[in-house]
């Protein structure tokens, strides 16, 4: 009977495994956050008894502290707020999650974002906790087929100019659609970026990037081929910097590497001669060079919307700028400016080392540890600058296996502490004994 339970529980986490990326379907269309993934996360926390009860206790244990520290932290912001000179917000001042909540203290955004941001630690600490390798081939096909996905989206606006997504029902604000469609012309060629079942491209981008790192430097190259496509095609520049920052810790390997290198630059040169140097370059320019150089459209609100916000932080009373004024009040276009608002200077520099501690504290002892800490440093980056989704998994679980990891190199060295200390009384055990009998 233990046995058949334990199946089924394998069962519920190989199903969250496989659905963690698809974040445009949801099970209650009229209630926001009911995706598959969403709501098997929150029955692990039942489920996890069943797997293994030592490690269920751990996992509580890390909840607890999260929930006991998070909620003081809150109370902090909510005490100086209501100190404080303010009275109401206004749409005005910065870009509020709900805009007709006037409200100073314990906003309902505060408990909707909460929730979502609950859903994302419950993840984190059940991976922390329960990774095993086994997970590999389940999260890499669900990411396979959030690519292919994306893939048959793309080649169906290419012969019908439609959109081919079946699948997403998500709707905000009961008109507005959670997964949108954005196209990419070149020259006079229109095609429809990549977006697959993430919501847009750049949330896409901010997906499957980790698992083309995660795909390469476990040796599984068909996987990487398609995850990189899939994120080329997205025509995003949050994609194109997890590219470069791909080819930079490549080049940083340069002796290593060399024969890689060759052949990439070889490969580069024979699609300029098909293509035409001239077409691939205005296809680059439009989709990255054009955003960072020019006054695009993006650039002009990821600007006003920084500098909107930083505004708003710096008029807030001292102990506000420390702690915020609550999680779930402002979203920006970025994560940076979200957090100082929203959790003060105290909260992002816990975000900046739960992500960061583990790049500095791993080590490169094997191909899995390298691409976790390449896809830590791509998805802080890419968060921090561009696309401020806190709540997608696939994040989360990247983190988790860090610590996972940082977890089991602590075990491993305690054992070897100890070894040596048990070893070591032992020879001294046995040369007080001869001295005795001598």
């Known amino acids: 009977m233990v046995n058949k339970s334990r199946d089924n529980v394998s069962i519920l986490v190989k199903l969250l495994l496989l659905t963690m990326c698809c974040t445009s379907f949801l099970i209650f269309p009229s209630i926001q956050g009911t995706t598959l993934a969403y709501l098997l996360t929150f029955s692990m926390l039942i489920t996890c008894l069943f797997i293994n009860k030592r490690k269920s206790k751990m996992f509580y244990f890390d909840i607890v502290k999260f929930l006991f520290f998070y909620l003081f932290l809150t109370m902090l912001s909510q005490i100086a707020l209501s100190f404080s000179s303010f009275t109401s917000f206004h749409v005005s001042e910065a870009t509020f999650i709900d805009s007709n909540d006037s409200s100073v203290l314990f906003r309902k955004s505060f408990f909707t974002q909460s929730l979502y941001l609950l859903v994302a630690i419950i993840f984190f600490y059940f991976t922390k906790n329960f990774y095993s390798k086994s997970w590999d081939k389940y999260f890499l096909t669900g990411a396979a087929f959030l690519s292919l996905y994306g893939l048959y989206e793309?080649?169906?606006?290419?012969?019908?100019h439609q959109n081919g997504d079946?699948?997403?029902?998500?709707?905000?604000?009961?008109?507005?659609?959670g997964s949108l469609v954005q196209w990419f012309t070149i020259e006079s060629f229109v095609v429809q970026r990549v977006k697959s079942l993430t919501g847009e491209p750049s949330m896409f981008a901010l997906t499957i990037i980790p698992f083309f790192y995660y795909a390469y430097y476990t040796k599984r190259y068909k996987l990487s081929m398609l995850f990189g496509l899939a994120a080329v095609l997205t025509f995003s520049s949050t994609a194109y910097l997890g590219l470069a920052i791909f080819f930079v810790a490549k080049i940083i390997k340069f002796y290593?590497?060399?024969?890689?290198?060759?052949?990439?630059?070889?490969?580069?040169?024979?699609?300029?001669?098909?293509?035409?140097?001239?077409?691939?370059?205005?296809i680059i320019y439009d989709a990255v060079f054009k955003k960072l150089l020019t006054d695009s459209q993006?650039?002009?609100?990821?600007?006003?919307?920084?500098?909107?916000?930083?505004?708003?932080?710096?008029?807030?009373?001292?102990?506000?700028?420390?702690?915020?004024?609550g999680f779930g009040t402002v979203r920006s276009t970025d994560l940076f400016s979200t957090l100082l608002i929203n959790v003060g200077i105290i909260g992002l520099i816990i975000f900046i080392f739960l992500f960061l501690y583990p790049v500095f504290k791993l080590k490169n002892i094997n191909n899995e540890i390298r691409a976790i800490k390449l896809s830590l440093i791509f998805v802080y980056i890419a968060m921090m600058i561009a696309v401020p989704e806190f709540s997608y998994l696939s994040s989360w679980l990247f983190l988790g296996i860090s610590y996972y990891y940082i977890k089991e190199a602590k075990a491993s060295l305690l054992s070897t502490h100890l070894f040596c200390y048990f070893q070591a009384n032992s020879y001294s055990s046995r040369y007080i004994t001869s001295v005795l009998r001598f």
């Open 154 to 160: 793309f080649v169906y606006f290419l012969f019908t």
């Open 256 to 282: 290593k590497n060399i024969i890689l290198l060759y052949c990439a630059s070889l490969l580069c040169m024979i699609l300029g001669l098909i293509v035409g140097f001239e077409k691939i370059w205005k």
């Open 298 to 325: 993006s650039t002009v609100i990821r600007s006003f919307n920084f500098g909107r916000h930083m505004d708003f932080y710096s008029n807030l009373p001292f102990f506000n700028k420390l702690f915020g004024v």
């Open 166 to 177: 079946f699948i997403s029902n998500r709707m905000f604000d009961g008109s507005h659609s």
